[in-house]
């Protein structure tokens, strides 16, 4: 009966007997064509919230004036949810696999 025994010498040790595995990115291209996406959501969103403030009317800031346009829907409901949405889309792309 043959006896089988592993015997290690001190050459062994460090050395790698597997194949090394290739290095890959976790992101792949449609990570970051998502991540584009989500971005371009939060810019525009932000760029719709863009506008004179509330003392401005006409271009010049004039304190005994009001401007109603600081209330508007663009600003106030639609650029949040773009901006929203770009970052459910970011997180969407981080998390998405390959």
Do not use: H
Not at 79 to 90: D, S
Request: hydrophobic letters at 45%.
């Amino acid at each position: 009966m043959s006896k089988k025994t592993n015997k290690f010498s001190a050459a062994d040790f460090g050395t790698d007997t597997e194949t090394p595995q290739e290095r890959t990115f976790y992101f792949g291209q449609q990570n970051f064509k998502w991540m584009l996406i989500g971005l371009a959501f939060i810019v525009v969103g932000f760029l719709l919230m863009m506008g004179p403030d509330a003392n401005t009317v006409d271009g010049k800031l004039d304190p005994n004036q009001w401007n109603d346009d600081i209330f508007s829907v663009r600003r106030i409901r639609i650029a949040p949810l773009f901006v929203v949405i770009g970052f459910v889309i970011e997180v969407y792309a981080i998390l998405k696999r390959k």
